[in-house]
Nanobody
Framework: QVHLVESGGGLVQPGGSLRLSCAAS????????MAWYRQAPGNQREPVAT???????NYKDSVKGRFTISRDNAKNTVYLQMNSLKPEDTAVYSC??????????????WGQGTQVTVSA
């Protein structure tokens, strides 16, 4: 079993910054892709940024140049630095991990989510 715990959400004014963290704990063979998703009220959950174990990164178009995803494999943690935040970034942000279990089975895990609210 793998647990993902996010932190770093909160209320910020437009133009402000927040840094989200997601730490994994448990047992696995390796953690492959990690990603941040978000879901705004009335919308479907959407991918925001993804990063492979080797560091290949992809971003949703609307966050390019403002958000930066990174990971520390030694700490089993993925980060999302969010700058120049806009009201439309308001959502519950969740991290996702693609994990190869000890039994060599690929499994996906989600964190509980953290609220990000961008408002004056």
């Amino acid at each position: 079993q793998v647990h993902l715990v996010e932190s770093g959400g909160g209320l910020v004014q437009p133009g402000g910054s927040l840094r989200l963290s997601c730490a994994a704990s448990g047992r696995w063979f390796t953690i492959n892709d990690m990603a941040w998703y978000r879901q705004a009220p009335g919308n479907q959950r959407e991918p925001v940024a993804t990063i492979t174990r080797s560091g290949v990164i992809n971003y949703k178009d609307s966050v390019k140049g403002r958000f930066t995803i990174s990971r520390d494999n030694a700490k089993n943690t993925v980060y999302l630095q969010m700058n120049s935040l806009k009201p439309e970034d308001t959502a519950v942000y969740s991290c996702n991990a693609k994990v190869l279990s000890v039994g060599m089975v690929t499994q996906y895990y989600w964190g509980q989510g953290t609220q990000v609210t961008v408002s004056a």
